[in-house]
């Protein structure tokens, strides 16, 4: 048996009843294009407006891209304002403890000073009278 088409062995016959159109072709000489022409060309505007749809998200991803970087941008900004008026505070409040600090030391130091002071002058007429003494005996000494 020679070798045929897969199709041939369904090529049209006479039918009961009236005639009515083939199902399959008897040749396939065209091949697939164009059978399938007529399919893709029918499609042809539902890709370019599926294309355009494409295009239009990408657009539309782009511009919502750019305004997230925008207050992205935007919020680094502030944050860096904000640092720089963070550290000055934190400058400040360091500041006021050493300053605070340091009136404790000055006041301790005052307190110490009048304390030596007290004691001093307390002390001062005992050590007055030995350096009379030390003195009037050196002159009352005989030589």
């Known amino acids: ?3 045929q088409n897969f199709l041939d ?3 049209p016959v006479g039918a009961p009843g009236g005639a009515g159109p083939a199902g399959v072709p008897a040749s396939d000489e065209l091949g697939p294009e164009a059978e399938l022409a007529p399919v ?3 499609l042809a505007a539902d890709v370019a407006e599926c294309s355009a749809l494409v295009e239009e ?3 539309e991803a782009d511009r919502m891209l750019a305004r997230a970087r925008e207050r992205a941008d935007a919020v680094v900004a502030q944050a860096r304002l904000d640092t ?3 550290e000055s505070r934190a400058a400040a409040r360091v500041l006021q403890v050493a300053a605070e600090a340091d009136a404790g030391l000055l006041a301790a130091a005052d307190a110490e000073a009048a304390a030596l002071k007290v ?4 002390r001062l007429p005992v050590a007055v009278r030995r350096v009379l003494d030390a003195m009037l005996g050196e002159q009352l000494a005989p030589r």
């Open 1 to 3: 048996m020679p070798r």
């Open 9 to 11: 062995r369904f090529r």
């Open 40 to 42: 893709f060309a029918a």
């Open 57 to 59: 998200a990408t657009n």
């Open 84 to 86: 720089g008026a963070e």
């Open 119 to 122: 004691a001093g002058v307390a």
